[in-house]
């Protein structure tokens, strides 16, 4: 294997990272513990209609998250003791608004959560990490305003979560179930390509070669595009009044009525289409 990579394909091995090993060894690859599990159990089944006895498990393929790798994340983002589950107050951040520090946490669970989503242990270690780091930012925000963490939790309190509130905007705390777990696919499926070869209206609208106002065929054409229609909902312009009758963000235009518009010398498209 070693000739055929190096000598035909041309590629280079990381012998510190390749080898051959027992299927009862751990294989750690791109952040994940790869673990075939085995069990001597047995239980009653029935195949092709017959009662027998089969293994309960054997040969299957797990994914684990190392232990190492969480505790170096607590550590590094100093949540607390890994080993004894003591949080502690992330003391750099308290000169931060209430806001910045669940948006700081939020952050930096839901990285992490999220790149772990596939590991067969995901709720029992990313729930442990999860919980030190909520006990953590409950000190941070106790050690901010002077009170107690209990405190701090009885006033975020909002039955089901803990969430800070900014004016009339809530801001939730993560929580292991705000991470979709999507199962592994079948490799053997082939992507479902098609739905990126179809055109945008945008694009159709494009090569319809028409000024959408007034109505000029041929020529260079720009996309004039507005943020959203609730910013001109009162709009007086011709071209405003057009957009909103067609519910539509974007309109076509020759390279002239985009000058103009944007010069703010526009005349009404009736004009324009005598």
């Not at 000029?216 to 943020?227: D, I, N, Q, S």
Request: charged fraction near 30%; aromatic fraction near 10%.
């Amino acid at each position: 294997m070693k000739d055929f990579l190096h000598q035909t394909l041309k590629l280079e091995i990381a012998e510190e990272k390749s080898g051959i090993k027992h299927h009862a060894e751990s294989l750690r690859f791109l952040g994940y513990d790869i673990t075939i599990k085995n069990c001597e159990r047995t239980v009653n089944a029935r195949s092709q209609g017959r009662h027998t006895k089969i293994r309960s498990l054997k040969g299957d393929v797990a994914l684990q998250i190392p232990e190492e790798k969480l505790q170096q994340f607590v550590a590094n983002h100093h949540y607390g003791a890994w080993g004894t589950m003591r949080a502690t107050c992330r003391t750099y951040l308290i000169n931060l608004s209430d806001v910045e520090i669940i948006l700081q946490f939020n952050a930096e669970l839901r990285g992490m959560a999220q790149y772990y989503a596939l590991a067969h242990t995901y709720n029992g270690k990313i729930g442990r990490l999860v919980f030190l780091a909520r006990m953590s930012f409950l000190k941070t925000l106790a050690g901010k305003h002077r009170t107690t963490y209990a405190q701090i939790a009885e006033m975020l309190d909002r039955g089901k979560y803990l969430a800070v509130r900014y004016k009339t905007k809530e801001y939730k705390l993560f929580k292991t179930k705000d991470v979709t777990r999507n199962k592994l696919y079948n490799k053997d499926e082939y992507p479902n390509t098609a739905i990126y070869k179809a055109r945008t209206e945008i694009l159709e609208r494009m090569e319809a070669n028409k000024c959408e106002y007034c109505e000029t065929e041929g020529g260079y054409f720009e996309v004039h595009h507005v943020h959203k229609l609730a910013d001109m909902k009162d709009g007086k312009e011709p071209w405003q009044k057009l957009m909103i009758a067609r519910q539509r963000k974007t309109i076509v235009l020759c390279i002239h009525c985009h000058d103009q518009l944007h010069a703010g010398t526009l005349p009404d498209w009736r004009h324009l289409r005598k």
